[in-house]
């Protein structure tokens, strides 16, 4: 059984096949992904694997890959999102699109998040194509769209049932190659306070959206979040991160709008989260007069936790040892990935693991380690190998 990554390597296809997804334009909106998943298709048939894109919106695909097993194990399912977050006003040292390879590193947006991680895991099922490596079960690649704003490729995905059957999933979001088997989940809020408008040099005249607005912000950043402690993630947050209220400097605003971002962690209820905030909202419309508020749920992804000592986390912590050389650490992250979508209704074992440093994902100059990238290519080869050799199979 190949633990470590002993399969022969084609360093430099890797490197090539991340250097083209970079230099594919998947921004964000709008996205356009299709030609990502055109071009992996192509990719993937000339390997051998089997490949077929899942058509979402115009211009905009999921692609599904599959590298066929026995049929006596449960699907291993891997998972990148083709999408990535605009290049940003301020200039690069590298193109962003150029897909450039300098001092060690593949330059570019998306290298880290997370067409690099992308890279590694069609790699390594080609690899294990070529090496003619027969798993107990399928081996399925699910190239996701529209993962940094709305998950509608996930939401697609679950909804037609191409989870059904897995048995685990990996993500290849950026971890610096660290093991994490749980990240926070997400509510983000629109907020509105309704007032009515009048003279500026007249304010009793009116009622004043962003005074009632401030109030209520006030109420919310004082606002306890009771939650199990965790030992992989901090504790939960709340931030106001935008505000907009008022037209003109001599009008009292009639309207304002804010948009909250609510972190989680497992076990928070993200209903008792919502139905806390509508008590605040009716305390502030009792002592405040002609109080009017809306809340908007724009997102609601729940958090995500595999215990440390599953079977799934114990192969991957023997794979990273022979492939890095070293023990890996195991850590949670805050940031939010498709697991949220795919998980919770399916109660899959999920890992998250990939080359970059998550630190630099929608920065400038964002770039990721060719060794890392090697090294994760060689860990997404051996990791199948690992979980099928610890799942029981049936006897003929």
């Given at each position: ?71 006596q194990a449960p699907t291993l399912i891997y998972s990148g999102h083709l999408d990535t977050v605009p290049v940003g006003q301020e200039a690069w040292s590298h193109d962003p699109l150029g897909g450039q390879v300098s001092e060690g590193r593949l330059w570019g947006r998306g290298a880290a998040d997370m067409k690099g991680g992308v890279a ?140 909250v971002d609510l972190r989680t962690v497992p076990g928070q209820d993200h209903a008792a989260l919502l139905a806390e905030l509508d008590r605040v909202v009716a305390s502030l419309a009792a002592s405040l007069p002609e109080f009017h508020c809306n809340l908007r749920v724009l997102a609601d992804r729940p958090a995500v936790e595999t215990a ?89």
């Amino acid at each position: 059984m190949d633990r470590g990554g002993a399969t022969p390597w084609d360093e430099a296809a890797t490197v090539e096949l991340a250097q083209a997804l970079v230099r594919i334009d998947t921004t964000n909106p709008p996205g356009n992904e299709e030609r990502m998943a055109e071009y992996l298709a192509q990719q993937a048939q000339g390997w051998g694997l089997a490949a077929r894109l899942l058509p979402v919106a115009p211009g905009r695909a999921n692609v599904l890959i599959r590298l066929p097993g026995a049929g006596q194990a449960p699907t291993l399912i891997y998972s990148g999102h083709l999408d990535t977050v605009p290049v940003g006003q301020e200039a690069w040292s590298h193109d962003p699109l150029g897909g450039q390879v300098s001092e060690g590193r593949l330059w570019g947006r998306g290298a880290a998040d997370m067409k690099g991680g992308v890279a590694a895991m069609l790699s390594a099922m080609a690899a294990l194509r070529r090496d003619q490596i027969r798993l107990p079960g399928d081996l399925i690649f699910l190239g996701t769209i529209d993962e940094e704003i709305d998950f509608l490729g996930s939401h697609r995905l679950l909804d037609d049932g191409f989870l059904d059957g897995a048995g685990w999933l990996v993500i290849a979001e950026p971890t610096n190659l660290d093991l994490v088997p749980a990240h926070r989940g997400v509510l983000w809020l629109e907020i509105e306070t309704l007032g009515r408008a009048a003279h500026g040099s007249m304010p009793h005249l009116g009622v004043n959206a962003v005074l009632h607005m401030n109030a209520l912000i006030d109420r919310l950043t004082r606002l306890p979040l009771p939650a199990p402690a965790h030992l992989l993630l901090p504790p939960p947050t709340l931030s106001v991160n935008r505000v907009s209220g008022g037209d003109r400097i001599n009008v009292v605003p009639e309207h304002c709008l804010a948009w909250v971002d609510l972190r989680t962690v497992p076990g928070q209820d993200h209903a008792a989260l919502l139905a806390e905030l509508d008590r605040v909202v009716a305390s502030l419309a009792a002592s405040l007069p002609e109080f009017h508020c809306n809340l908007r749920v724009l997102a609601d992804r729940p958090a995500v936790e595999t215990a440390a000592d599953h079977p799934l986390m114990q192969s991957a912590r023997a794979v990273a040892r022979g492939v890095l050389g070293r023990e890996p650490a195991m850590r949670g992250v805050s940031y939010c990935t498709d697991a949220s979508v795919f998980q919770p209704p399916e109660k899959v074992p999920t890992l998250i693991f990939g080359p970059g440093d998550d630190n630099l994902a929608h920065q400038r100059d964002e770039h990721v380690e060719i060794a890392a990238l090697v090294a994760a290519g060689r860990f997404f080869t051996a990791l199948p190998q690992e979980i099928f050799a610890r799942q029981p199979v049936p006897e003929q």
